[in-house]
């Protein structure tokens, strides 16, 4: 079973890579977004998965009797949706915010600060 999650978190991995590399930032949002998925697939899925037995010790125990899920990656996964969630949330607005005052969503053409019409630095740099 974890191998085939291995294989969709390294396939999630290469469509996050590719959707930021875009020229649009809607694309770049959503690789971000895939990505930060992605890395939540990876730490669970180091915290062991199974099905069968919960991570819960009885109370006459100190230990668990079996291999058993690791509830600390289950936690700082649990969290790490919501962070990347209102982050996710609050670059959206920015990107809408941008689009309404530059009229388009192409990163290239994002510059106004910068001038038209830049030389190259001497010696190519």
Aim: net charge negative; charged share 15%.
């Amino acid at each position: 079973m974890e191998t085939g999650v291995t294989v969709l978190i390294s396939l999630f991995f290469m469509v996050a890579v590719y959707l930021m590399l875009s020229k649009q930032l809607v694309r770049i949002l959503l690789g971000i977004a895939i990505l930060g998925n992605a890395v939540n697939m990876l730490i669970f899925t180091n915290g062991r998965l199974t099905r069968e037995i919960p991570p819960l010790i009885p109370a006459h125990l100190y230990t668990p009797e079996t291999a058993t899920a690791n509830p600390l990656p289950q936690a700082l996964v649990l969290t790490a949706i919501v962070i990347s969630f209102s982050f996710f949330a609050f670059l959206l607005v920015l990107a809408f915010r941008a689009y309404q005052e530059l009229g388009t969503d192409e990163v290239n053409k994002m510059r106004v600060a910068e001038p038209e019409n830049d030389q190259t630095p001497p010696q190519g740099y």
